[in-house]
């Protein structure tokens, strides 16, 4: 009997917000520094665009998640994996949410006006010029870090699946 996989709507998802990070971290790290003038123009204003497009993204993806059941776990998967391997994609999907606002918060604290795709203005959060507020800028790019090592164990599952024993686990999505 074929395994269950996830529908063609949670796939697509699943693989535009991979898609969508990968292209996130390339702008973040290769975009120029941010300094207190810094105008957020070119790399930067794709950097906010890409952002505001993962958060709408993200948020999407959780709605569908909730309205749909997902596919069986595979009976023999150990307990334990299981059990992980939930754990992960609940942290993956707040994670995936928490690091945009982040981004946001020191945007706004910059008092940067960012828009979507140059065109459409966003609100700005509120931000305040405490020190929370300049250190707003280091959780965000820390943060990324911590962000980018829960991807890569997930990948790393992920891509055991695929190259050892239970390929199917990886076409499921
Ligand atoms: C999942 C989405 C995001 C990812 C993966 C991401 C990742 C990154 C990375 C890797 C950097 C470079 C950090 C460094 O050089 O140490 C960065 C910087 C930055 N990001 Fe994001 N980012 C995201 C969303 C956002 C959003 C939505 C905004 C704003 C609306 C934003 C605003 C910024 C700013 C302003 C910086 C410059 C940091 C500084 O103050 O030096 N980011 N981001
Ligand atoms: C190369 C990178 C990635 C690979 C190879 C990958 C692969 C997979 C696979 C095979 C599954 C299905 C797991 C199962 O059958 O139970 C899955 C689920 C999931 N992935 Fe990824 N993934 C990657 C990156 C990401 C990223 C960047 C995120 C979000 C930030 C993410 C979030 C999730 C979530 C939340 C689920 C659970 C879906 C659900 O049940 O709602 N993944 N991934």
């Not at 300094?35 to 505001?52: M, N, S, Y």
């Not at 059990?83 to 994670?95: A, E, N, Q």
């Not at 945009?100 to 006006?113: E, K």
């Not at 870090?145 to 199917?168: D, M, P, Q, S």
Request: aromatic content about 14%; glycine content about 6%.
């Amino acid at each position: 009997m074929a395994m269950e996989r996830y529908g063609v709507v949670a796939r697509g998802l699943h693989w535009s917000i991979v898609a969508l990070f990968a292209a996130q971290y390339a702008v973040g790290w290769l975009m120029p520094d941010v300094h207190r003038a810094t105008p957020a123009e070119g790399l930067i204003a794709l950097h906010l665009t890409l952002g505001f497009v993962i958060l709408a993204v993200v948020a999407v993806a959780i709605v569908w998640r909730l309205m749909h059941t997902p596919p069986l776990f595979p009976p023999d998967i150990p307990r334990w994996q299981a059990l992980l391997s939930k754990i992960v994609h609940v942290l993956l999907y707040v994670l995936a949410l928490a690091l945009p606002v982040t981004g946001w918060l020191n945007a706004s604290r910059r008092t940067w006006q960012p828009y979507l795709f140059a065109v459409l203005p966003m609100p700005r959060l509120p931000y305040s010029a405490t020190a929370t507020g300049s250190a707003i800028g280091e959780i965000h790019s820390n943060f990324g870090w911590v962000v980018l090592a829960v991807i890569g164990f997930h990948a790393f599952a992920a891509f055991y699946h695929l190259f050892t024993y239970k390929r199917e686990r990886f076409w499921r999505m």
